[in-house]
T-cell receptor, first 114, second 115 residues
């Protein structure tokens, strides 16, 4: 059962454009929503994260928008650059069972063209 | 600090062979995790260790075993490799097992092919 659904699977954006990646979750026990960025041949690295008590968080060109009632959240990359070309994973976490664990979306491969 | 290190970086096995993937972290973290990454599937949790001395199954534990050797090291063993275990394996760690907002730090991965 996939608890975090991510779309699109791939995305091509021109340099300077806005990249938007969407995620939806099912488990209302989730209370922390990070985004990870992964470059080819590397491990994922935390990019930005949000808790459900706020509707938006911005760090530089990266913004998370969060809609608690719809159980959806999205990543916006403003002024997209070729260096942003990577795979992006949304995730969700909550203290269930014996430890806090991350549940990942299936990933979005972003390509920013010149 | 090296962060999270994994060995080997690449491995090719024949069906039925066994091997152990090694992971170590130098951040004094309590929790450690093993994931596998497959195209279109995202990252799926295999096993985790909330703290030294404990291990628990994740989403896809079948065919794997783990050992939390000490606070620094967490190994993943494939006893009898199958082609379905061809994947990229990532180890991760974080400071506190109970704190959702603690960042998980990932290693560089091991690319495993089972023929």
């Amino acid at each position: 059962q996939q608890q975090v659904k991510q779309s699109p699977q791939s995305l091509i954006v021109q340099k300077g454009g806005i990249s938007i990646i969407n995620c939806a979750y099912e488990n209302t026990a989730f209370d922390y929503f990070p985004w990870y960025q992964q470059f080819p041949g590397k491990g994922p690295a935390l990019l930005i994260a949000i808790r459900p008590d706020v509707s938006e968080k911005k760090e530089g060109r990266f913004t998370i928008s969060f809609n608690k009632s719809a159980k959806q959240f999205s990543l916006h990359i403003m002024d997209s650059q070729p260096g942003d070309s990577a795979t992006y994973f949304c995730a969700a976490s909550g203290n269930t069972g014996t430890a806090s664990k991350l549940t990942f979306g299936t990933g979005t491969r972003l390509q920013v063209t010149l | 600090n090296a962060g999270v290190t994994q060995t080997p970086k690449f491995q090719v096995l024949k069906t039925g062979q066994s091997m152990t993937l090694q992971c170590a972290q130098d951040m004094n973290h309590n929790s450690m995790y093993w994931y596998r990454q497959d195209p279109g599937m995202g990252l799926r949790l295999i096993y985790y260790s909330a703290s030294e001395g404990t291990t628990d199954k994740g989403e896809v534990p079948n065919g794997y075993n783990v050992s939390r050797l000490n606070k620094r090291e967490f190994s993943l063993r494939l006893e009898s490799a199958a082609p379905s275990q061809t994947s990229v394996y990532f180890c991760a760690s974080k400071e506190r097992w109970f704190e959702a907002t603690d960042t998980q730090y990932f290693g560089p991965g091991t690319r495993l092919t089972v023929l």
